[in-house]
T-cell receptor, first 114, second 113 residues
Framework: DSGVTQTPKHLITATGQRVTLRCSPR?????VYWYQQSLDQGLQFLIQ???????AKGNILERFSAQQFPDLHSELNLSSLELGDSALYFC?????????????FGPGTRLTVL | GQNIDQPTEMTATEGAIVQINCTYQ??????LFWYQQHAGEAPTFLSY????GLEEKGRFSSFLSRSKGYSYLLLKELQMKDSASYLC??????????????FGKGTKLSVKP
């Protein structure tokens, strides 16, 4: 158990819908990262937040957005869902945003878009 | 741009030694991580190298050559539970993007009895 929690564990929805994925980092960690993992793409970095502010953006679509709240939990919002958005979404946390910080991954949310 | 290359699949025998290679090209570099990921589960940390050389941790060792953009993960005394994907992940360091990991597609290791 990494100490990072993600809800829900599974999510099944239809195309065109909007969903929200939630992540609580390890106690004391200030940085949260979101990743998408699909079968053919591997683990893709989406976005990083540090202490409530966006720190870096990766391959995140405009239909996706995220935020980190004052209590440091984070939410990833996915809208106008497409079949291709079906994937495992991981959240990870680290103590700071530094490059030598190990990232601790949550168990993931499996999103299925029908 | 960022590019990470590692073999897609490898097979080895229980009790043997296996080396998983990774080459990378990144804009800014702040060390390299190796993660293990069992199917459908979260990646878990194995090792971190920031300086050239070998880091040993039990049955697992990791090597880094910054000048060559090359790393490898060495697994000794393989066990069946080592069957998993192994992800090579350089950490970026440019602008405000410190600490972001760029993951390779991973090497799926199958350990046979």
């Amino acid at each position: 158990d990494s100490g990072v929690t993600q809800t829900p564990k599974h999510l099944i929805t239809a195309t065109g819908q909007r969903v929200t994925l939630r992540c609580s980092p390890r106690s004391g960690d200030l940085s949260v990262y979101w990743y998408q993992q699909s079968l053919d793409q591997g683990l893709q970095f989406l976005i990083q937040y540090y202490n409530g502010e966006e720190r870096a953006k990766g391959n995140i679509l405009e239909r996706f957005s995220a935020q980190q709240f004052p209590d440091l939990h984070s939410e990833l919002n996915l809208s106008s869902l497409e079949l291709g958005d079906s994937a495992l979404y991981f959240c990870a946390s680290s103590p700071s945003g530094g490059g030598n910080n190990e990232q601790f991954f949550g168990p993931g949310t499996r999103l299925t878009v029908l | 741009g960022q590019n990470i290359d590692q073999p897609t699949e490898m097979t080895a025998t229980e009790g043997a030694i296996v080396q998983i290679n990774c080459t990378y090209q990144t804009s800014g570099f702040n060390g390299l991580f190796w993660y293990q990921q069992h199917a459908g589960e979260a990646p878990t940390f194995l090792s971190y190298n920031v300086l050239d050389g070998l880091e040993e941790k039990g049955r697992f060792s990791s090597f880094l050559s910054r000048s060559k953009g090359y790393s490898y993960l060495l697994l000794k005394e393989l066990q069946m539970k080592d069957s998993a994907s192994y992800l090579c992940a350089p950490a970026l360091n440019y602008g405000g993007s410190q600490g972001n990991l760029i993951f390779g597609k991973g090497t799926k290791l199958s350990v046979k009895p």
